[in-house]
């Protein structure tokens, strides 16, 4: 194990995330079980008293989910000097078992928290606690697996971790013909995969504008496709033009000072924007719930205006990138 | 969104005179939350500098050295061996460097004497700074050594060296080859090693390998390996320290709980009062929150501030023996200061957030108070 503050910081995250739903658990078992909002027992009156606590404390913990996301690939980055044949953090996620496991897990649970704070959102907008079993039933069923498996590969990552490790570097898990996922994003024929990415977050973008009204369930599919067909345009081509490099497919490097740290000018609002489609598409099955119906078209909206300009605003930069790059393709 | 960002305000100006009515007890808090954001801040940007001081002076050294080996001990590179080395392909600018240890019984300490291009004339030397500091020694002086031949020799000091490569140049003593070989009885056309640079960087590795596989007698330091070493060795010292602070972190956690729970009356009975003219629960736990964000955020800049100045104005006196070890000749050097995007996060979380999880009960408590029950203890 390689002890180092980031690394230490960013267990202390996920035990302490894991720890508080293990901690919300057994409430949330009793308020699935005793719920019952006409009666005035004194459990009731407890009960709605702890949701307050319960939902401030997912809350904050999904909050650190988000920022552990950022910390974890700005360490990965920056450990790559202790690999050799590393140069970017795809090196340092290569090093170890389950690195990448860890990543994908992270953001798997930053997109699962997502939806479960938009539904915790509404639920408190409702006067009488409608999604109130709901919610902590995905909590208990979804939520806390989800944080115990993250927690569980970033330790197995981690404690596997040993400076000196060979590993091997961008160039080659990213590169046409090397196989697996990476090899294949990187090997997809950039005509059709350009036109699927503009295609993709144009639909998403329209989607959530023209539709914010009753097309939730279709922002949130146009959300999720634009999300996969975004990454896999980062890495077939747009990363060329990135690097000004006709064989570099690196979807990490951007990230790097070199080049002007572009990637999280990509990544952030892609990210924020793909939250907020999927919010959208979490609330509609409760659309017709009667003490809902008021707030959750207007809630709908709010997010679709925020899953539009992120969209829109990936849609920029990568314009912006192919625009300023000396790189050109034939 | 206009009358949602004036809510906050508003709560967050009530929040800052709520702070004020109760000022000891906040600024006792705000203290020790500084206090641990300066300890932890300090040691950060202390190894931070350190590395960055060890990469500017690897930055400066050979590619590749190759080093002779006789039963697993370094030995001298015979003569003929450094041709051999010319005709592997990639290969550049071998040069063999003379260089050795030399105990000095007077301070007790090694001195590392080296001949380099170019040298000082015959007869002369010319000295690192921390030697000249502790054998008080400056230009024009004479210093004798006792040679392996067992006579003693003196040597001008024809210059000391700058006081900017001290952290490279404190214990070293420059010579003329002759000068060294001399003093040494060094035989004539050895080496004590091998340092070359690769054509293209990114083939080091491969060259070095094709080396060792070539002369099987000899093995290739890496710069590479240096800095990854180094980098090893600053984290874990850092790691180890920052684990050792994990206790302050703990306490201050329980410290944290402990004031957030011990409510006032008088801080109760406020949040009865704001009850019961309507505010809701969410409120007082917006304006809770708020309250954090501002304690929080306070400590962090004070103590980071302070951490900054300890660190880059005070030469880290705190830290210094922990962190950058120790020698008899040991160089003086200033840290250039760096502020690290990583390293600020890691700290930020890492305070903040032990704070944050030890408050929210407590405040969860206070917020869900009953009005009437307050009001009638």
Same mark, same amino acid.
């Given at each position: 194990?390689?002890?180092?503050?980031?690394?230490?910081?960013?267990?202390?995250?996920?035990?302490?995330g894991?720890?508080?739903?293990?901690?919300?658990a057994?409430?949330?078992?009793? !308020?699935?079980?005793?719920?019952?909002?006409a009666?005035?027992?004194?459990?009731?009156?407890?009960l709605?008293?702890?949701?307050?606590l319960f939902?401030?404390? !997912?809350?904050? !913990?999904?909050?650190?989910?988000?920022?552990?996301?950022?910390?974890?690939?700005?360490?990965a980055?920056?450990?790559?000097?202790q690999?050799?044949?590393?140069?970017?953090?795809?090196? +340092?996620?290569?090093?170890?078992?389950?690195?990448?496991?860890?990543?994908?897990?992270? !953001?798997?649970?930053?997109?699962?928290?997502?939806?479960?704070? +938009?539904?915790?959102?509404?639920?408190?907008?409702?006067?009488?606690?409608?999604?109130?079993?709901?919610?902590?039933?995905?909590?208990?069923?979804?939520?806390?697996?989800?944080?115990?498996?993250?927690?569980?590969?970033?330790?197995?990552y981690?404690?596997?971790?040993?400076?000196?490790?060979?590993?091997?570097?961008?160039?080659?898990?990213?590169?046409?013909?090397?196989?697996?996922?990476?090899?294949d994003?990187?090997?997809?024929?950039?005509?059709?995969?350009?036109?699927?990415?503009?295609?993709c977050?144009?639909?998403?973008?329209?989607?959530?504008?023209?539709?914010?009204?009753?097309?939730?369930?279709?922002?949130?599919l146009?959300s999720?496709?634009?999300?996969?067909?975004?990454?896999?345009?980062?890495?077939?081509?747009?990363?060329?033009?990135?690097?000004?490099?006709p064989?570099? $497919?690196?979807?990490?490097?951007?990230?790097?000072?070199?080049?002007? $740290?572009?990637?999280?000018?990509?990544?952030v609002?892609?990210?924020?924007a793909?939250?907020?489609?999927l919010?959208?598409a979490?609330?509609?099955?409760?659309?017709?719930?009667?003490?809902?119906s008021?707030?959750?078209?207007?809630?709908?909206?709010?997010?679709?205006?925020?899953?539009?300009?992120?969209?829109?605003?990936?849609?920029?930069?990568?314009?912006?990138?192919?625009?300023?790059?000396?790189l050109?393709?034939? | %969104?206009?009358?949602?960002?004036?809510?906050?305000?508003?709560? *967050?100006?009530?929040?800052?005179?709520?702070?004020?009515?109760?000022?000891?007890?906040n600024?006792?808090?705000?203290?020790?939350f500084a =206090?641990?954001?300066?300890? @932890?801040?300090?040691?950060?940007?202390?190894t931070?500098?350190?590395?960055?001081?060890?990469?500017?002076?690897?930055?400066?050294?050979?590619?590749?050295?190759?080093?002779?080996?006789?039963?697993?001990?370094?030995e001298?590179?015979?003569?003929?061996?450094?041709e051999?080395?010319?005709r592997? /392909?990639g290969? #550049?600018?071998?040069?063999g460097?003379?260089?050795?240890?030399?105990?000095?019984?007077?301070?007790?300490?090694?001195?590392?004497?080296m001949?380099?291009?170019?040298?000082?004339?015959?007869?002369?030397?010319?000295? &690192?700074?921390?030697?000249?500091?502790? /054998?008080?020694?400056?230009? &024009?002086?004479?210093?004798?050594?006792?040679?392996?031949?067992g006579?003693?020799?003196a040597?001008?000091?024809?210059a000391? =060296?700058? #006081?900017?490569?001290?952290?490279?140049?404190?214990?070293?003593?420059?010579?003329?080859?002759?000068?060294?070989?001399?003093?040494?009885?060094?035989?004539?056309?050895?080496?004590?090693?091998?340092?070359?640079?690769?054509?293209?960087? #990114?083939?080091?590795?491969?060259?070095?390998a094709?080396?060792?596989?070539?002369l099987?007698?000899a093995?290739?330091?890496?710069?590479?390996?240096?800095?990854?070493?180094?980098?090893? =060795?600053?984290?874990?010292r850092?790691?180890?320290?920052?684990? %050792? =602070?994990?206790?302050?972190?703990?306490?201050?956690?329980? *410290?944290?709980?402990?004031?957030?729970?011990?409510?006032?009356?008088?801080?109760?009975?406020?949040?009865?009062? *704001?009850?019961a003219?309507?505010?809701?629960?969410?409120?007082?736990?917006? %304006?809770?929150?708020?309250?954090?964000?501002?304690?929080?955020?306070?400590?962090?800049?004070?103590?980071?501030?302070?951490a900054?100045?300890?660190?880059?104005?005070?030469?880290?006196?705190? *830290?210094?023996?922990?962190?950058?070890?120790?020698?008899?000749?040991?160089?003086?050097?200033?840290?250039?200061?760096?502020?690290?995007?990583?390293?600020l996060?890691?700290?930020?979380? @890492?305070?903040?957030?032990?704070?944050?999880?030890?408050?929210?009960?407590?405040?969860?408590?206070?917020?869900?108070?009953?009005?009437d029950?307050?009001?009638?203890s």
């Amino acid at each position: 194990m390689i002890l180092q503050p980031a690394v230490l910081t960013l267990l202390l995250i996920s035990a302490l995330g894991v720890a508080v739903l293990l901690a919300a658990a057994p409430f949330a078992l009793q !308020v699935i079980r005793r719920w019952d909002l006409a009666s005035g027992s004194e459990l009731q009156l407890r009960l709605e008293r702890r949701t307050y606590l319960f939902s401030t404390l !997912v809350a904050f !913990v999904m909050a650190l989910q988000l920022a552990g996301i950022l910390l974890f690939v700005l360490n990965a980055d920056r450990m790559a000097v202790q690999f050799p044949g590393a140069m970017c953090a795809v090196g +340092t996620l290569n090093a170890g078992r389950f690195g990448f496991g860890a990543l994908l897990g992270q !953001v798997a649970l930053f997109f699962l928290a997502g939806m479960w704070l +938009t539904l915790n959102h509404a639920d408190s907008l409702g006067r009488d606690y409608p999604l109130v079993r709901i919610k902590y039933a995905l909590m208990v069923g979804l939520l806390l697996p989800a944080a115990a498996a993250v927690l569980a590969l970033q330790w197995t990552y981690f404690s596997g971790l040993r400076a000196q490790t060979l590993t091997s570097c961008c160039g080659s898990l990213f590169a046409e013909g090397a196989g697996g996922l990476p090899g294949d994003l990187a090997a997809l024929p950039p005509g059709p995969v350009r036109a699927a990415f503009f295609g993709c977050l144009a639909l998403a973008v329209a989607a959530a504008w023209f539709l914010r009204r009753r097309g939730g369930y279709l922002t949130g599919l146009a959300s999720a496709a634009a999300f996969a067909a975004t990454l896999a345009g980062i890495t077939s081509f747009l990363s060329l033009y990135v690097y000004e490099h006709p064989h570099h $497919h690196c979807p990490f490097c951007m990230l790097k000072a070199e080049f002007h $740290h572009v990637g999280y000018a990509l990544y952030v609002p892609l990210f924020l924007a793909t939250a907020a489609g999927l919010g959208t598409a979490a609330l509609q099955p409760f659309r017709r719930v009667p003490t809902l119906s008021a707030f959750v078209p207007a809630l709908s909206v709010r997010l679709s205006r925020v899953a539009a300009a992120g969209f829109l605003l990936v849609l920029l930069v990568a314009l912006g990138i192919l625009w300023r790059s000396h790189l050109i393709l034939s | %969104m206009r009358a949602g960002i004036e809510r906050q305000l508003a709560l *967050l100006d009530f929040t800052v005179a709520s702070l004020a009515r109760r000022k000891a007890r906040n600024l006792g808090l705000l203290a020790v939350f500084a =206090l641990l954001v300066f300890l @932890l801040a300090s040691v950060t940007l202390f190894t931070r500098a350190l590395r960055q001081e060890a990469a500017a002076v690897l930055a400066g050294t050979p590619e590749v050295i190759l080093q002779r080996m006789v039963a697993g001990r370094h030995e001298l590179v015979p003569p003929g061996y450094r041709e051999r080395l010319g005709r592997i /392909r990639g290969v #550049q600018k071998v040069e063999g460097r003379l260089w050795g240890y030399y105990f000095d019984p007077v301070i007790r300490a090694n001195y590392t004497f080296m001949v380099t291009d170019p040298a000082p004339r015959d007869g002369t030397i010319a000295i &690192g700074p921390a030697l000249a500091r502790l /054998r008080g020694l400056a230009e &024009g002086g004479t210093l004798a050594f006792r040679s392996y031949a067992g006579e003693l020799r003196a040597f001008r000091v024809a210059a000391v =060296l700058p #006081q900017p490569t001290e952290l490279a140049s404190a214990d070293l003593v420059l010579v003329s080859e002759k000068d060294f070989r001399a003093f040494f009885a060094y035989p004539e056309g050895c080496f004590t090693d091998l340092a070359f640079s690769v054509a293209n960087p #990114q083939e080091a590795r491969t060259v070095a390998a094709k080396l060792v596989r070539d002369l099987p007698d000899a093995r290739a330091i890496l710069r590479e390996d240096s800095l990854r070493a180094y980098a090893s =060795l600053f984290d874990w010292r850092e790691g180890l320290v920052l684990a %050792m =602070l994990a206790g302050a972190l703990l306490a201050f956690g329980i *410290l944290a709980w402990d004031k957030a729970s011990g409510l006032s009356a008088e801080e109760r009975r406020e949040i009865g009062i *704001l009850k019961a003219i309507g505010w809701e629960t969410g409120d007082i736990l917006r %304006m809770k929150a708020w309250e954090g964000v501002l304690l929080c955020l306070t400590a962090f800049l004070l103590g980071y501030v302070a951490a900054y100045a300890h660190v880059f104005h005070g030469g880290a006196g705190l *830290l210094e023996p922990v962190l950058k070890g120790w020698a008899v000749l040991y160089p003086r050097f200033a840290l250039t200061p760096v502020l690290d995007g990583l390293d600020l996060l890691t700290l930020l979380l @890492l305070t903040c957030v032990p704070y944050t999880a030890a408050v929210l009960v407590p405040t969860w408590r206070a917020a869900t108070t009953d009005p009437d029950s307050v009001m009638r203890s």
